[in-house]
């Protein structure tokens, strides 16, 4: 993309040291971060039925690039008041930003008027053949991520003489962050005589892509700024060429937690600690959104010269270079104009989510003997109230369309015991047990009682998302087995064994929700049909999560000596998931999850010089993307290998240079994509995202 770049740096620096007979000690940090990121991305409306075939209904290909920033600054400072009670005052600044520029061509093929002539057939799909009348969006989007995180607390721990210990602990931390998308579109004129295009396509294993086309859409004269394919029905002035949509997002966590323990000098217990703890967490968010029209009432534009970029190459879809500019400068310089949205759709987006949570538990450490081995672990219980309540506005299924503001939520208790066991043998054989009740917290976006919904021109119906403020925790029975075996100081292997099963576990699914009387603008001689699906949480049960792992690093130097700073770490693990969403169901894989995932690094350390070479696997997995009218689709994500490297230096003895080190590493070094299919299909790609290759040099200077 043009104004983009392809290096960039990283500068982070450390103080510590202490005084008064080092019994005061301060430690500062800052970090400043300038990366550059690149991809070309082919993502697929879906897949159109053609007869008895498949065939690519829509693509939208990008070529993004990403330039993200931070600053962060960090402070300890720690008073050894009296040689039992220590006090510690941390604070944490962050600012970031990360601002993209997205540009593509997006192709309606098969849902749109296009004809198809098709010339070949895999399977069930038409994997080539010709368009003809197609009509195409030219985008030139930006997109920008801005956040300020402050954090501090204040820490106190006491140790006694006599076995007693307590600690106390105030935090606070404060989130103000807004996510920008700016869209602008371009393309032919849209009239009776709109010129549109030919186009030769074939889908592989990395898309669609184009073998011919017609128009050239780096014509700036013929490829201008205007709604080309009359999506902008909606806005007041009947058409749009871009839009603004900017979420606000302010998140604060109050908390407070305070312990007391005691050791025993004998027995099986070796300390009891009872404790407390205090979260209060609130997080909004607030849309503004508005159509954006060109200036003075205008449908259409040139665009002007010193706006114009070096075109994009679109080589990669086939459809040559494209017309680009900088969104965000039509926008600062009034080219492009903001009209607000004054659909209730918008303010029904806003939401305040507050979670509070009290906490007190009890916990035994142990200690002792089991034949010839060491026996350590501990028992404990935790009990915790949650409340948890959302605010916002909801759209209302009555006619004419009306707004309510709730308020609603939830209060409820969790039992948690846990225990852990292990035993160590003379023989640096280890066996650990763990067994648990766990739960994990719904993402407060999920609480909002807010919802939204969109309507699908291709598809002809209504769809729409929103939160659940009575949605409870993931909840599951757990249980760990290890068994460990240790070389001395240099290496281990461990097996372990896991299960879990799930008796609360949190999904979303489209169920049927009617959406009579509330503000959709029809296409015209459109008629809808009212009943359409919405997406939010539920808790569902029936679900497990088991598996095994085997993972090591050994030191080749345990083998022979010969082989002394070589050495191998890694594993490999398979996992198995189900989840049964309705009684009676179809059991599905738990999203995100893979089967097998492996990693392996070989590596030499000697003399100051180190060398590593890394290989990570996963095997495919179901992922949950947001479809094209909102709704949730399920998409099984391929299988990658992932190649790394790094060399370095160490110098030290009597060197000059003694505390430099040197490195070279390189990501992603074979270029592996992300791709993603549809209905099992592995020619029906839905996404193809290159990344490319990273590579970073550096030093780290230490005195």
Do not use: C
Not at 162 to 183: H, V
Request: net charge negative; aromatic share 12%; charged share 20%.
């Amino acid at each position: 993309n043009a104004e983009s770049r392809d290096k960039g740096f990283r500068v982070t620096g450390t103080y510590a040291d202490k005084f008064a007979d080092d019994t005061f000690g301060v430690a500062l940090s800052a970090a400043y971060t300038d990366d550059p990121y690149q991809s070309e991305e082919f993502e697929a409306w879906g897949y159109a039925d053609s007869g008895s075939n498949k065939v690519i209904g829509g693509i939208k290909p990008f070529g993004v690039s990403s330039r993200v920033k931070r600053a962060a600054f960090q402070g300890t400072l720690q008073w050894e008041m009296t040689p039992q009670f220590t006090l510690t005052a941390d604070a944490f600044y962050s600012h970031f930003t990360d601002k993209q520029i997205k540009r593509g061509i997006e192709f309606p093929l098969a849902w749109s008027g296009a004809s198809l002539t098709s010339t070949g057939t895999t399977g069930n799909l038409i994997t080539g053949g010709t368009f003809t009348g197609v009509g195409a969006v030219v985008n030139n989007h930006g997109y920008e991520r801005n956040s300020d995180i402050f954090s501090g607390g204040i820490n106190g721990k006491y140790e006694g003489d006599d076995g007693w210990s307590a600690m106390f602990d105030l935090g606070y931390s404060k989130t103000k962050r807004n996510e920008l998308s700016l869209e602008s579109n371009a393309g032919t004129i849209n009239n009776s005589t709109k010129l549109l295009d030919t186009l030769t396509f074939v889908s592989d294993s990395h898309g669609t892509h184009f073998t011919s086309h017609v128009l050239d859409y780096s014509n700036a004269s013929l490829i201008v700024l205007t709604d080309p394919l009359g999506w902008g029905g909606g806005a007041p002035s009947g058409h749009q060429e871009g839009y603004y949509n900017d979420r606000k997002i302010d998140d604060e966590i109050k908390s407070f937690q305070a312990k007391v323990a005691h050791e025993f000098e004998q027995g099986l217990v070796q300390r009891l600690s009872v404790g407390m703890s205090y979260n209060d967490r609130t997080k909004s968010k607030t849309p503004e959104e508005y159509y954006l029209n060109l200036a003075n009432g205008a449908t259409s534009l040139v665009l002007p010269s010193q706006y114009s970029l070096a075109p994009t190459n679109f080589a990669y879809i086939g459809s040559g270079n494209m017309v680009s500019y900088d969104p965000f400068k039509l926008l600062a310089d009034g080219v492009l104009v903001k009209v607000a949205n004054t659909s209730k759709d918008i303010p029904a987006k806003a939401y305040s989510v507050t979670e509070r949570l009290l906490s007190f538990y009890v916990q035994a450490d142990l200690r002792g003997t089991l034949g010839s081995a060491d026996l350590s672990g501990n028992i404990g219980v935790l009990a915790q109230n949650t409340e948890q309540k959302s605010s916002g506005l909801v759209n209302l299924a009555t006619y004419p369309s009306t707004q309510e503001y709730r308020v609603e939520g939830a209060t409820y208790w969790d039992v948690l015991p846990s225990l852990n066991l292990s035993l160590r043998f003379p023989s640096d054989f280890v066996i650990r047990f763990a067994a648990a009740r766990e739960i994990q917290r719904p993402r407060l976006e999920d609480l909002k009682v807010s919802r939204d919904y969109t309507y699908n021109v291709t598809g002809n119906y209504i769809s729409g998302s929103g939160g659940n403020p009575k949605v409870r925790p993931y909840r599951a029975w757990a249980a760990d087995l290890n068994l460990e075996k240790y070389f001395g100081g240099k290496g281990y292997v461990g097996l372990q064994l896991f299960y879990k099963k799930f008796d609360s576990f949190i999904y979303r699914a489209p169920a049927a929700f009617d959406y009579s009387g509330l503000p959709i603008t029809l296409p015209p001689n459109v008629t809808i049909n009212w009943i359409g699906t919405i997406t939010q949480p539920v808790n569902v049960n029936n679900g497990s999560l088991y598996g095994a792992e085997l993972a090591g690093s050994i030191p080749l130097s345990v083998i022979t000596p010969a082989l002394d700073g070589f050495g191998i770490t890694g594993g490999v693990g398979y996992t198995k998931t189900n989840i049964t969403p309705t009684l009676g169901g179809v059991s599905e894989d738990i999203p995100d999850y893979s089967k097998w995932v492996a990693n392996g690094t070989v590596y030499f350390e000697k003399w100051g010089f180190n060398a590593r070479a890394s290989v990570r696997y996963r095997s495919s997995f179901v992922g949950k993307f947001v479809g094209f009218g909102g709704e949730l689709v399920d998409k099984r994500i391929l299988g990658e290998t992932i190649v790394d490297g790094q060399i370095g230096y160490d110098f030290g003895g009597d060197s000059m240079l003694k505390g430099l080190s040197v490195y070279l590493q390189g990501q992603n070094l074979t270029n592996e994509p992300e791709v993603s299919i549809s209905n099992g299909s592995p020619l029906q790609i839905m996404n193809y995202q290159s990344y490319g290759r990273r590579f970073m040099a550096g030093f780290t200077y230490k005195f």
